[in-house]
């Protein structure tokens, strides 16, 4: 098993290459700020005690809940991906908890 904060060390240097390739585009800065914000959030997690790291990801796991409960009643294929992609977070967030 990958260790949780390892986990997102390696999703860091992924957003990290986005957030470079996003900046060299026209109109790819909003973009790159959003890849930013991700690694950010992320470091602000690894930097956390395991308790810490938890609450974090309860949080994120509550607002990703929201956002699903949201649009749960929606039908469009819109709506579709966006209920699979929150659920595929939500779970994701839950097998990082220590």
């Known amino acids: 098993m990958v260790a949780p904060r390892d986990v997102l060390k390696d999703e860091n240097k992924l957003l990290a290459d ?6 060299g585009n026209p109109g790819g800065q909003d973009w790159a700020q959003f890849f930013r914000d991700w690694r950010g959030a992320n470091e602000e997690l690894i ?4 308790s810490g790291f938890n609450q974090g990801l309860d949080d994120e796991i509550k607002s990703l809940e929201k956002m699903r409960n949201a649009i749960a009643g929606e ?3 819109g ?6 992609m929150l659920t595929l977070d939500i779970e994701s967030a839950k097998s990082l908890k220590f």
Request: hydrophobic share 30%; aromatic share 10%; no cysteine.
């Open 18 to 23: 986005l957030e470079k390739t996003a900046s």
């Open 47 to 50: 930097r956390q005690s395991d």
């Open 79 to 84: 709506a579709k991906f966006w209920l699979d």
């Open 75 to 77: 039908t469009g294929s």
